[in-house]
């Protein structure tokens, strides 16, 4: 489970088994989870994340779209 960048408490990260599916990114705090696709950013999943949260680990995402998408294909195209 490769973690892509720390940010607060918010940990960006990448499953091993992930490679089957379009780019995306986890992310977690605590008990909370979510699931953002790439290209572009949009939510798929979340679970314990309120809606204040999920916009803002959004912008996060659109902020380091191209860092995580050159992390994606580092880790899963090498």
Known sequence: MPTI???GPYRFFFYSGDKYEPPHIHVEH?????KF????VRLCKS???NRQELNHLQKLIDESENQILRSWDEYFND
């Open 5 to 7: 960048f720390k940010t």
């Open 30 to 34: 605590d008990d909370k989870k979510a």
């Open 37 to 40: 696709w790439l290209n572009p």
């Open 47 to 49: 679970i314990g994340f």
